[in-house]
């Protein structure tokens, strides 16, 4: 996404009189990276993992907005289902979080109160979220939430938990704490009022006035404030109102232990909202769930961006695949403005020329030849008239040869037709290195042995595999037992610890009657797979492979019953439901249908751990004239792996290209 957007900046109007071409060279067959997504067996959606946008995304929404407008699909393409952005995007104010309660499980649903903005409105005024803004911010959220207790306003997030009519004491004493807080948040505070935890007084009152250890409703409320003025009170004990780096100032430190020094209480760290916000950002070390790890700085600065800078709703869900929706708009739009792609080809290695200041060459692998009589090949099919991506390539296109199903991955065998060497000057003059991080480490090996800092940032910017796997089944979700649809949940059991409600896609689809699914479900967690290895490819692949079926059967036996009690059954999930499995049952059904073991470096999802922030490299700092870098792996100031992130490095890196501000034309809130 990163590359792609990069190529939609330098492709604006008049870019001719700058660039003879602009060329986008794709290994296999289709675009997006860890966001491609294709259509599988009756039409079927299969994605690499679930997507779904923060209503924060100014820059990917503006983006997608002027991409839509830009295709005019309503002139264009009138038979196409999908002609506008917000056709293609929907507001989703339903989310749940998975909240322990002794030895059980609850569910605890909320809403997001829509707003009457739009995200990535043309000429939108620009938003730094300061510190200071933070603070304010946070001490609102803690006043309308204590507000919202005993009122049926909705101010933003509202979390409900139908508290009992008689429990006025309780609700006065928050909304009193709160104010207490708030009251002593205003005047300066000394290290040593701080050290005398004067914030926590108030919070003492408040759990006593609680029945806290046995209504689960008392100490969610009282986690909540708990979390939220430690925030506050970390804020300014550590100096981050005046400190010039903002947020960044406490990167090195993970933010469990960031919220607990300054005097959370220790049940916060397994609070819903905290559990959710690393699962959100997969921050677990090598996967592993008992090593979380996520930087307090972009931690706190990614709540401030989701919690008070949404616009419209507090999630977006696309109507159909990414790749459907995201993808395969941009692909026309860019071939519309005359930006050339190259698929099919791999890039292997880039080479520096003999005084090491410049990309003088391009190793690539060219996969296939395309088929008598084809120039270029064409990508896209159609599905209910809609523009997809297949999952395998178009084969009328392209020339017969075996080891077409392995072009995507870097363990598949490599039966490369050719291979091509790019050279500067001839072929090329700049380079956007839009590979993932994963695989910037195998293709860019003599820069990391040129460069210290690309050493240490291939180092210590850490990835981490995932997985993912989505069902169809035949009964609405409603005679499942489950009465929201369309909800996103988090902080579930690992490693499927996130769950979203996907039916808004399943209109795209094109199962038989006797078959047909109403209900779709997305899951998604980290993947214990230690990168690099030793192991032989084969081997690596069959085992992860084998470990996601065997983690993902056992979550449905004993876990999914949580959302939907109606797929289960005394002897486990209920196979027969799921539409397309023909009679399979346990492992065999499930492979019929889509699991995602996203374990190829291009596939990993990249972290934003302690420490590791100030490793990252701008677009512009390669360290080579005729070099950009776009990815979510890059310091593009919201440091984080989302689509977001990716948007912005891309276009930060086509600024750099044309010698343009870092910033220009980019938008929304960033870390300083």
Not at 92 to 98: I, K, R, T
Not at 269 to 277: C, E, I, N, T
Request: hydrophobic share 40%; proline share 5%; glycine share 10%.
């Amino acid at each position: 996404m990163a590359g792609l957007s990069a190529a939609w900046r330098l492709s604006e109007p008049g870019w001719r009189s700058r660039f003879e071409s602009i060329t986008v060279y794709q290994r296999g067959w289709r675009l997006g990276g860890k966001g491609a997504s294709s259509r599988g067996q009756h039409g079927r959606i299969e994605e690499h993992g679930l997507h779904v946008w923060l209503g924060s995304y100014e820059n990917a929404f503006a983006l997608l907005r002027e991409c839509y407008a830009e295709l005019d699909r309503a002139t264009t393409d009138p038979a196409a289902p999908i002609c506008t952005w917000d056709e293609a995007m929907i507001p989703a104010d339903n989310l749940g979080m998975a909240d322990r309660w002794g030895n059980d499980w609850l569910v605890w649903p909320g809403w997001f109160a829509r707003n009457d903005e739009l995200p990535g409105e043309p000429h939108a005024a620009d938003r730094e979220l300061t510190v200071v803004g933070f603070l304010r911010r946070a001490l609102q959220l803690m006043l309308d939430f204590s507000d919202s207790l005993s009122s049926t306003t909705v101010h933003g997030l509202v979390m409900s938990t139908s508290p009992d009519p008689t429990s006025a004491r309780w609700i006065d004493v928050v909304q009193r704490g709160a104010l207490a807080i708030l009251a002593t948040l205003t005047k300066p505070l000394t290290p040593e009022a701080i050290q005398a935890a004067l914030l926590g007084r108030p919070l003492d009152a408040i759990r006593e006035a609680l029945d806290y250890e046995h209504r689960p409703d008392h100490r969610r409320f009282w986690l909540l404030l708990s979390l939220l003025t430690a925030t506050a009170r970390g804020l300014i004990a550590d100096n981050l109102v005046t400190d010039p780096r903002g947020f960044r100032a406490i990167n090195d430190e993970d933010y469990c232990a960031w919220i607990l020094r300054h005097g959370a209480h220790p049940d916060v760290v397994d609070f819903p909202l905290v559990r959710g916000l690393y699962d959100m950002v997969f921050g677990y070390e090598d996967g592993d769930y008992d090593r979380p790890a996520f930087g307090a700085g972009l931690a706190v600065l990614l709540t401030g961006i989701a919690l008070f800078g949404y616009k419209g709703a507090f999630f977006w869900k696309m109507t159909a695949g990414m790749g459907d929706v995201v993808i395969a708009p941009l692909y026309q739009a860019l071939r519309g403005r005359g930006v050339r792609f190259e698929f099919f080809h791999r890039v292997d290695a880039l080479h520096l020329d003999d005084r090491h200041q410049a990309i003088d060459a391009i190793t690539m692998g060219r996969q296939v030849r395309l088929a008598d009589g084809v120039g270029e090949y064409q990508p896209l099919t159609r599905v209910h008239g809609l523009p997809v991506f297949p999952n395998a390539p178009l084969a009328d296109q392209i020339e017969e040869k075996a080891g077409t199903a392995d072009l995507e991955s870097h363990f598949g065998t490599r039966v490369d037709v050719e291979t091509r060497v790019l050279r500067r000057g001839i072929d090329f003059d700049d380079v956007v290195l839009a590979a993932s991080l994963g695989m910037v480490e195998l293709v860019a090996t003599e820069l990391i042995a040129d460069r210290p800092e690309w050493r240490d940032m291939t180092a210590q910017v850490r990835t981490v595999a995932t997985q993912a796997f989505q069902l169809w089944l035949r009964p609405e979700e409603s005679a499942l037992g489950w009465d929201r649809p369309g909800v996103v949940t988090s902080g579930y059991v690992a490693p499927f610890d996130t769950w979203a409600s996907m039916p808004q896609t399943l209109w795209a689809e094109d199962w038989p009657e006797e078959d047909r699914p109403r209900t779709a479900a997305y899951f998604c967690g980290a993947l214990e797979a230690v990168w690099p290895t030793t192991d032989d490819h084969a081997d690596y692949v069959g085992r992860c492979r084998q470990q996601v079926l065997t983690e993902a059967v056992n979550y449905l036996d004993r876990h999914v019953g949580l959302y939907l009690p109606g797929a289960v059954t005394e002897q486990g999930f209920a196979w027969d439901l799921l539409s397309g499995a023909n009679g399979h049952r346990g492992a065999s059904a499930l492979a019929t249908q889509h699991v995602s073991v996203n374990i190829d470096p291009s596939d990993r999802y990249v972290q934003s751990v302690p420490g590791s922030d100030k490793y990252r490299l701008r677009s512009d700092e390669s360290g080579y004239d005729n070099m950009v870098l776009a990815g979510d792996w890059t310091d593009c100031g919201m440091n984080a792996g989302c689509i977001e992130a990716a948007v912005m490095s891309g276009l930060q890196a086509a600024n750099a290209l044309v010698g343009r501000g870092r910033y220009y034309r980019i938008r929304g809130f960033y870390m300083p």
